[in-house]
Nanobody, 120 residues
Framework: QVQLVESGGGLVQAGGSLRLSCAAS????????MGWYRQEPGKQRELVAD??????NYADSVKGRFTISRDNAKNTVYLQMNSLKPGDTAVYYC???????????????WGQGTQVTVSS
C-alpha cells in the first residue's frame, strides 16, 4: 500500500503565503513524478505544478508565485505559494507517479486533498 499525507492548507489573506507538503510512504521502489493539482467546485482538476526531480512544470497562472520542490530522501513534495490571490482558492491534491516494486508498471496515487482559501 502507498499513502500520501498532505498538510499545510488553510485560510490566508490575499498577498499572503502558504506552504503545502505531501509525504509518500509505504511500499515504494522508485518515484517518477511528484506534483500538485487543484480543483474548484464545479470545475475540472487542473495541474498546478509537477517535477520529475530534474524538470519542473507550472501552470501559467502560478508562474513566478509558486515554487515546487521535493526531498527524495523523505519522499516528500512541497509547494511554496506566495502572493496568493482569491483565484487560487481551491482544494489542492498531491499527485505521485511511482513504482511499488521493480517488476510492476508506474502508477498514479493521489492525496486526500487540502483546502486553500484566499480571502480578498
Amino acid at each position: 500500500q502507498v499513502q500520501l499525507v498532505e498538510s499545510g492548507g488553510g485560510l490566508v489573506q490575499a498577498g499572503g503565503s502558504l506552504r503545502l507538503s505531501c509525504a509518500a510512504s509505504g511500499s515504494i521502489f522508485s518515484i517518477n513524478v511528484m506534483g500538485w493539482y487543484r480543483q474548484e467546485p464545479g470545475k475540472q482538476r487542473e495541474l498546478v505544478a509537477d517535477t520529475n526531480g530534474g524538470n519542473t512544470n507550472y501552470a501559467d497562472s502560478v508562474k513566478g508565485r509558486f515554487t515546487i520542490s521535493r526531498d527524495n530522501a523523505k519522499n516528500t513534495v512541497y509547494l511554496q505559494m506566495n502572493s496568493l490571490k482569491p483565484g487560487d482558492t481551491a482544494v489542492y491534491y498531491c499527485y505521485v507517479n511511482l513504482k511499488r516494486t521493480r517488476y510492476v508498471a508506474n502508477r498514479d496515487y493521489w492525496g486526500q486533498g487540502t483546502q486553500v482559501t484566499v480571502s480578498s
